[in-house]
């Protein structure tokens, strides 16, 4: 009777390590990394954790058992950390005292039953995979401190891109994207791969948008999809967690979707709209085909406090869209927006380096975001 009495110091002494280390794991994800997906995931873990004790009918047997003050190991708890020095090294530490304490859970799980032991097993193995998310370079990271965003596209450009790209990126450009919306696969991909070699030359992201096939073949970091584009699950699969997937969305419950559903980060816009210019730019071109397509999803302008509420509510990087140009770009910068995405405002410009640069200063020097009212 003793003996199985202090195998329940172990479950209950096991369970609370568990619990314990998933909780600090989830603030970490929630409140340091902003990081939905993998806090949800932690959450879940959580709550799973508590069910396997229901159903193993753990309670206040367990409680009961509990002799805190005769613990022998109860003024180690503290010294045992004592190592940490960092936000990595916590989460280290956490990930080894869960994985540790669900091995425990699952070996005198065994004195209760097989199918007790197998539930924490499993468990422990998830625990592994988490491990492998939390600790390894994330995509987004590589987003994270871009500041200026620029979209290149033959129909607005004021010269060949693979100038206008040299030229963006001189004026501090920190990503660059390739839009040619009907452009054949083939040639798309011979521009593409030109771009990626001077994006690379220069240490910046080249990010390809709607063709998951041409971002694979040219190298690029990664791709933008929208609406009518390959899903964003479809499009993480295909990529695979190394490379970059963001997002057009229109609508707060889109954005969140896509910050829980594995984007790096979703554009909201436009701002102050643009699509008809553009629009009549390809039709100049001879491509009015085209040029109907697009006016026909032009969209009304969705204004600043669109960005704000995106900024306030998603967890992921928010990048502002349409219309923004070195006049207007202090406006969009004080709604507390991290990146611009900028087209016309850059590459239409007769002196694209210092329509950049002016961008960029207009983010680097914003105001503090105002309290929304």
Known sequence: MRAMSNVDRVLD?????????????????????????????????????????????????????????????????????AGVRGLDELVVANCKRLQEALRSLEEFGLTRSRALATSFGKLRFRAYELEKELLLPRPGDRFAHARLYVIVTRAVAAR??????????????????????????RDYLELAR????????????FLVNDRVHVALACGADGVHVGAEDLPLLEARRLLGPERLVG??????????????????????????????KFAHRVEERGQAAGAARLAARELPPSGLASVREAVRRIGIPVVAIGGITPENAGAVARTGVACLAVCAGVIARTDVAAAARKIRRALLRRARPRAAR
């Open 194 to 205: 030109r771009l990626r070699r001077i994006t690379e030359k220069a240490g910046r992201l």
């Open 160 to 185: 060949p891109l693979e100038r206008v790209t040299r030229e963006a990126l001189e004026g501090g450009a920190d990503a660059i994207q390739l839009r040619e919306k009907l452009l054949p696969d």
């Open 247 to 276: 997002v057009t969305c229109h609508s707060l419950a889109a954005r969140q979707a896509a910050a829980t559903g594995g984007a790096d980060y979703v554009s909201v816009g436009p701002v102050y709209g643009a699509a008809t």
């Open 13 to 81: 002494a096991n369970l609370n390590r568990a619990r314990e280390a998933l909780r600090v794991l989830e603030d970490h994800e929630r409140f340091v990394r902003n990081d939905p997906r993998l806090s949800a995931a932690l959450k879940a873990l959580r709550h799973d954790l508590a069910a396997v004790c229901r159903d193993g009918g753990f309670g206040v047997a367990l409680v009961r058992s509990r002799e805190s003050r005769e613990d022998v190991g109860k003024d180690l708890h503290a010294s045992d950390q």
